[in-house]
T-cell receptor, first 112, second 119 residues
């Protein structure tokens, strides 16, 4: 079942702007992972953040995790047309950190 | 990370037939999974493919409809049996616990997916 809920469902921005999307979840987690999917293809892993971490960076990506609010955010800075994709958060429970529950996703469109 | 391939990448099938999807990974992994993504939807876990034993299915998925094999640490198959148009989806395999020297990683990676259309 889906545990994560992404917000917003869709986002349209101009190239060069930042894009922020949020993920909320309901139960305790072991870790939270963000993925990107281009046009119905496979998922590309972006970042994994563990429950004892608050922030991680990878290139133009910044992920935060607030376990007290059961929420995470993904920030893409200086967006490019190639960032146009759907972004999903996936949570793993403490009892079985292999078993991911995916949110509904945020569709990001970057306009040139 | 790991390189994961799936065959076929896409197929169009007639209702009532079956299709077997293969997933091959270039590293030994502890866990392999199969997901379904219906059009415009998120991913739903079908089952965990266990090496040398029966797969573990999630609620709403049964072995008769989705038989799974995993003969070794790098290969798995998913069969979609007696297909109907409702089975039209993208099917993705994923792997976790990739061997990294003496350790096993904890990031889950996905294959490119198999786009199935049932007429």
């Amino acid at each position: 079942s889906q545990q994560g809920e992404e917000d917003p469902q869709a986002l349209s921005i101009q190239e060069g702007e930042n894009a922020t999307m949020n993920c909320s979840y309901k139960t305790s987690i072991n870790n939270l992972q963000w993925y990107r999917q281009n046009s119905g293809r496979g998922l590309v892993h972006l970042i994994l953040i563990r429950s004892n971490e608050r922030e991680k960076h990878s290139g133009r990506l910044r992920v935060t995790l607030d376990t007290s609010k059961k929420s995470s955010s993904l920030l893409i800075t200086a967006s490019r047309a190639a960032d146009t994709a759907s972004y999903f958060c996936a949570t793993a429970p403490p009892s079985n950190d292999y078993k991911l529950s995916f949110g509904a996703g945020t569709t990001v469109t970057v306009r040139a | 990370s790991a390189v994961i391939s799936q065959k076929p990448s896409r197929d169009i099938c007639q209702r009532g037939t079956s299709l077997t999807i293969q997933c091959q990974v270039d590293s030994q992994v502890t866990m392999m999974f199969w997901y379904r993504q219906q059009p415009g939807q998120s991913l739903t876990l079908i089952a965990t493919a266990n090496q040398g034993s029966e797969a573990t299915y999630e609620s709403g998925f049964v072995i008769d409809k989705f038989p799974i094999s995993r003969p070794n640490l790098t290969f798995s198959t998913l069969t979609v049996s007696n297909m109907s148009p409702e089975d039209s989806s993208i099917y993705l395999c994923s792997v976790d616990g990739i061997r990294q020297g003496e350790d096993w990683g904890d990031t889950q990676y996905f294959g490119p997916g198999t786009r199935l259309t049932v007429l």
